[in-house]
C-alpha cells in the first residue's frame, strides 16, 4: 500500500516541479538556496500524500462510514440533525485550508469569527444533507434553491457596493472542503445511504456539494456588517533562511494540525465508547495508527506547501507581472491542468467514485476531466488578474449553467460534479495558485487590487468542474443511447417459424390425419 501510494504521489507532484524549475531558471530567476528550498518542499508533500492517503483509507473514511450509518440508525430526526451540526463544525474547524484564508484576512476580519461562520455554514448544510437522504428529497431541487439564496445574497451585496465581498465568499466555499472535510463527509453520506436503504449511487455523493454552499451564504451575510473598502487580504508566504522557514514551519504545523485532529479523535473515542461498543480491538487500533498517519501527512504537507510551494508561487507571480503578464494565460491554463493531480482529496474522491459506481465510472476519466477544467478555471482566473473585470461576469453564467445541465444529465454525474467542484479547490491551490495570483496581481495593478482581482481564484476553481464533469456525464448518456439504439437497429429480424416440408407421398397417405391449419409445401420429385 505504502509503495503504491508513494509512486501516485511522485506522479501527481514532479510535473509540478519540473514546471517551477524551469520558470526558476529562466523568467524567474531565483537563488540556489530558494531552489532547493523548493525541491525539499515537493519531498515533503509527496511523503504527506502518501501518508494522508493512507490515513484516510484506514482511519478517516471507516470513522466517516461508521457514524453516518449509527447516526442513521437511530432513525431520530433531532439525533440525527445535532450530530451532523457538530460533526460539520468539528471537521471544519480543522480544515488547513480555511486556516490559510482566514490568516490572510486577519488584519481586517477576526482569524476565528471568519472560521466560526464558515464551520456554522458546513454544519447547517451537513445536516441539511442527510435530511435529504433520509426523506429522498432531489438534490437538484436543494442546489437550486440553495444557489438561488446565493446569487440573491450576491446581487443585493453588489447593489449596495460590497462586491469585495462575492470572491471572498466563494472562495471560503472552495476552500472548506479540503483534506480533512472531504474523507469525511464522502464516508459519512455512504454510511447514510447504506442504512436507509437507498441507491448507493444516487445518494452517496452531494454531501460535499450542499457543505460547499453553506459557508458562501455564511460569509456573505457578514459582508452586510463588515467595511469592504477595509479589507486588507495578505498572502501567507515563509521567508527567512532555509531551516529558519522550514523550522518554523513545521512546529507551527504540528501545532495547528494538532488542533485540528484532535476534535475529531476525541469524537471517535467518544463514538467508540458510547454508540459501538462491539467495535473489534483490531479496528480500533487500525484506526487509531490511522489518525496518527493522517496527523503526519498534514503535517508534511502543509509544511511543504507553505515553506516551498507559497514562496515560490508569489515569486513566479511577481517576476512574470513585471517582465511577461502575458505568459500568465497559458502559464496559468498549464498549471492547473497538472496542479488538480496534487490535491490529496481528489484521490479520495475519485477512488469513492470507482467504489460506489462499481467500477462503471472510471477514476481516470474522472481525473482527466477534472484536469482540463482547473485548466480552464485558472486561465480565466489569470484573464481577471490581467484585465481587472468583476468576478461576478464568471460566476453568474457559470452556476447559471451548471444549475441548467442538471435538469439534462444523470443524476450520479449531477451529484459527483458539485462534489468535485469542493474538492479541486484545496491546499495546492490555497498555496501555490493563490500566491501566483497575487504576486502578478501585486506587479500588475498593486496591493489594493488583490481582494477584487486576485481572490476569486479558488471559486473558479470550485466552480468548472460543476460544468466539465456534468458536460461528462451528458455525452456519456447520449453515447449510451446512441449505441443502444444501434444495437437495436443492426440486430437481425427474428427468423420466420420454417414450414413443414414433406413429400407428396407422405402427404396423400396422412392427409386425413393432418390438422386443417397446417401448412403443406409440396416439393416435386
Excluded at 456588517?225 to 533562511?241: I, N, Q
Excluded at 450520479?412 to 495546492?428: E, W
Excluded at 486576485?454 to 464533469?469: D, I, K, N, R
Amino acid at each position: 500500500m505504502i509503495l503504491s501510494k508513494v509512486k501516485e504521489s511522485f506522479i501527481s507532484v514532479f510535473p509540478i516541479a519540473v514546471i517551477v524549475v524551469i520558470l526558476s531558471l529562466t523568467v524567474a530567476p531565483t537563488q540556489g538556496s530558494e531552489l532547493l528550498s523548493f525541491l525539499i518542499g515537493c519531498l515533503f508533500v509527496m511523503g504527506g500524500m502518501s501518508l494522508f492517503a493512507i490515513g484516510a483509507d484506514v482511519a478517516m473514511i471507516p470513522i466517516g462510514e461508521l457514524v453516518g450509518s449509527a447516526t442513521t440508525k437511530t432513525r431520530n430526526l433531532t439525533v440525527i440533525i445535532v450530530v451532523s451540526l457538530l460533526i460539520g463544525m468539528v471537521i471544519t474547524l480543522a480544515e488547513p485550508d480555511l486556516s490559510v484564508l482566514a490568516s490572510g484576512l486577519a488584519a481586517s476580519i477576526n482569524k476565528w469569527t471568519l472560521i466560526s461562520l464558515v464551520a456554522v455554514g458546513v454544519g447547517v448544510f451537513l445536516a441539511l444533507s442527510m435530511l435529504r437522504v433520509i426523506l429522498g428529497v432531489s438534490l437538484r431541487l436543494l442546489l437550486l434553491i440553495s444557489y438561488g439564496v446565493v446569487f440573491v445574497l450576491a446581487f443585493v451585496l453588489s447593489l449596495i457596493g460590497k462586491t469585495a465581498f462575492l470572491p471572498l465568499a466563494f472562495d471560503s466555499g472552495g476552500v472548506t472542503t479540503g483534506p480533512m472535510t472531504v474523507p469525511f463527509i464522502i464516508a459519512m453520506g455512504l454510511g447514510v445511504s447504506q442504512i436507509s436503504g437507498k441507491s448507493e449511487t444516487d445518494q452517496s455523493f452531494g454531501f460535499v456539494a450542499l457543505a460547499s454552499v453553506g459557508p458562501i451564504i455564511t460569509v456573505m451575510l457578514l459582508g452586510f456588517f463588515v467595511d469592504a473598502t477595509k479589507l486588507l487580504p495578505t498572502t501567507e508566504v515563509v521567508t527567512g533562511g532555509f531551516f529558519e522557514a522550514y523550522g518554523k514551519t513545521f512546529l507551527h504545523q504540528m501545532k495547528d494540525t494538532a488542533i485540528a485532529i484532535g476534535p475529531i479523535a476525541a469524537f471517535f473515542l467518544v463514538f467508540r465508547f458510547t454508540a459501538n461498543r462491539n467495535m473489534p480491538i483490531r479496528t480500533f487500533w487500525r484506526i487509531v495508527f490511522g489518525i496518527l498517519y493522517t496527523y503526519l501527512g498534514l503535517v508534511l504537507f502543509m509544511t511543504g506547501a507553505h515553506a516551498g510551494f507559497s514562496a515560490a508561487g508569489n515569486r513566479i507571480g511577481m517576476a512574470l507581472g513585471e517582465k511577461f503578464p502575458y505568459v500568465l494565460l497559458p502559464l496559468g491554463c498549464l498549471i492547473g491542468f497538472m496542479i488538480v493531480a496534487a490535491e490529496p482529496a481528489v484521490h479520495v474522491l475519485n477512488e469513492q467514485i470507482e467504489k460506489i459506481s462499481g467500477g462503471t465510472i472510471k477514476k481516470g476519466k474522472v481525473m482527466l476531466t477534472l484536469m482540463c477544467g482547473i485548466a480552464l478555471s485558472v486561465g480565466l482566473s489569470m484573464l481577471r488578474v490581467l484585465f481587472t473585470f468583476s468576478i461576478w461576469w464568471l460566476i453568474l453564467p457559470g452556476y447559471g449553467i451548471a444549475i441548467l445541465l442538471s435538469f439534462f444529465t444523470p443524476k450520479v454525474y449531477t451529484a459527483i460534479a458539485f462534489d468535485s467542484g469542493g474538492v479541486a479547490s484545496g491546499p495546492m491551490t490555497a498555496t501555490f495558485l493563490l500566491p501566483l495570483a497575487t504576486g502578478a496581481c501585486v506587479s500588475l495593478h498593486g496591493e489594493s487590487s488583490v481582494i477584487n482581482f486576485a481572490y476569486g481564484l479558488v471559486a473558479m476553481v470550485a466552480m468548472t468542474p460543476l460544468l466539465v464533469l456534468q458536460l461528462l456525464g451528458l455525452v456519456t448518456s447520449l453515447k449510451a443511447k446512441a449505441a443502444e439504439s444501434r444495437l437495436q437497429k443492426e440486430a437481425p429480424p427474428a427468423p420466420a417459424p420454417e414450414p413443414d416440408v414433406i413429400s407428396l407421398g407422405d402427404a396423400e397417405a396422412s392427409s386425413s390425419d393432418a390438422p386443417a391449419e397446417r401448412e403443406i409445401e409440396v416439393i416435386d420429385l
